[in-house]
């Protein structure tokens, strides 16, 4: 779908196969900016180029003018098509410096961080060609210009992107959606991310990567809904560990998920169990 004069968001519907052989429907979205050339943000899994590709030549263009991918981070549903689609199109691979080891190296990814169904999911390590920092533009072509805004906690090398003009933001996976699966590296340094966004003028469209995309005052609900949900599952994972010191991992996901109204059944999730633990360096 159209969101703006430049912007398309392609919705990604893909399956993971936990370690229960249960299938967990998710979607990821990805972008395409249409110029002269072309330009995405994040590529989806595996496979994601067919849909791409299709899109981009129901719109009457050519996938070959792919000019740049910039990946919001290297997990497997933003990564997974990024090497044939480079390998197709010859497209600049950007990315933040934090990322660029596990976008180079996907094996490296899978051991440091084991996502079920990680090899389905990711279509191989892809050279990073420009590494981008906090405050940097990326020059896409004559009036296409991404400002990049480093927002880590959801992983090291998140970035978020406004796009000059059209009033948008990328977000990739910063703010968490309640009632969706928690997954982050650091609940405090991602609120402070969050915060960035907050205080952004010209954000009237919100492009996450896993929702719809949202515009004007929702789109301030939605930052400052992704910020309390954040604190209340922080602030119950410090009130069971502190109380219950004997509780192991598991058993104080099941507490707080149970506590903030989510579904206990997320525990059996090694990466949601994770994403709460990472509070605990804080007691
Ligand atoms: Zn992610």
């Not at 949601?272 to 007691?283: A, D, N, P």
């Amino acid at each position: 779908m159209q969101v703006s004069k430049h912007v398309h968001a392609l919705k990604i519907p893909f399956n993971i196969t936990i370690d229960s052989g249960k299938k967990l429907e998710r979607f990821v979205y990805c972008f395409i900016i249409f110029g002269s050339k072309i330009h995405l943000v994040d590529s989806g899994v595996s496979s994601s180029e067919k849909l791409i590709f299709d899109y981009i030549r129901q719109k009457g263009r050519n996938p070959e003018d792919i000019a740049s991918l910039t990946l919001t981070h290297s997990h497997p549903d933003h990564i997974g098509a990024a090497k044939s689609i480079r390998d197709f199109s010859g497209c600049t691979i950007i990315a933040h410096e934090n990322e660029k080891d596990w976008i180079e190296n996907t094996e490296k990814q899978f051991a440091d961080r084991p996502v079920p169904g990680f090899s389905s999911l990711v279509g191989g390590s892809v050279p990073v060609d420009k590494t981008v920092e906090h405050g940097e533009e990326i020059n896409l072509e004559e009036g296409l210009r991404l400002h990049v805004i480093h927002t880590p906690g959801h992983s090291r090398g998140s970035i978020s992107m406004s796009l000059d003009y059209e009033d948008i933001l990328f977000s990739g996976d910063v703010i968490p959606l309640p009632g969706d699966m928690p997954i982050y590296d650091d609940p405090l340094v991602l609120i402070e991310s969050i915060e960035k966004l907050q205080r952004l003028k010209n954000r009237s469209i919100l492009l996450s990567s896993w929702d719809e995309p949202r515009v004007g005052n929702l789109v301030d609900t939605i930052i400052s809904d992704g910020i309390k949900h954040l604190r209340q599952l922080h602030n119950s994972v410090m009130e069971v560990a502190t109380n219950q010191k004997t509780v192991d991992s598991l058993e104080m996901s099941k507490i707080v998920l149970h506590r903030v109204g989510l579904p206990t059944a997320m525990a059996s999730i090694p990466l949601v169990v994770r994403s709460l633990s990472s509070s605990i360096k804080y007691i």
